[in-house]
């Protein structure tokens, strides 16, 4: 029901912005909790950050809190997450999530109640 595709990563310098997006198919983009991910080599999945189908935010990880922001465009099927003050610990792929059911309201970190997910996307900061 929902198909969600990631905007190209990058390499960045540490200190530097990049801006990913998340576009979706779909008109139950509108209707879903969205969230992004990210893993790094040899690490499991973690949680980014989490955003309402109305805009609302829900959470962040405290190792990016204050330097990522998670918003969404429902006219634009889009999501978003900029990424500020880049840390080679940031590096990692990228992933943006989806929750139809709405089951992820008290718990937005648990990867396992997501319905959806885009392929990733690269992420490379250098030191």
């Known amino acids: 029901q929902v198909q969600l595709v990631e905007s190209a990563g990058g390499y960045v310098q540490a200190g530097g912005s990049l801006r990913l997006s998340c576009a979706a198919s779909?008109?139950?983009?509108?209707?879903?909790?969205m969230a992004w991910f990210r893993q790094a080599p040899g690490k499991e999945r973690e949680f980014v950050a989490a955003i309402t189908w109305g805009g609302r935010l829900l959470d962040y990880a405290d190792s990016v809190m204050g330097r990522f922001t998670i918003s969404r465009d429902n006219a634009m099927n889009t999501l978003y997450l900029q990424m500020n003050s880049l840390k080679p610990e940031d590096t990692a792929v990228y992933y943006c999530?989806?929750?139809?059911?709405?089951?992820?309201?008290?718990?937005?970190?648990?990867?396992?109640?997501?319905?959806?997910w885009g392929q990733g996307t690269q992420v490379t900061v250098s030191s």
């Open positions: 779909g008109q139950a983009f509108s209707r879903c909790t």
């Open positions: 999530a989806g929750d139809l059911r709405l089951t992820t309201i008290n718990s937005p970190q648990n990867p396992d109640k997501y319905d959806y």
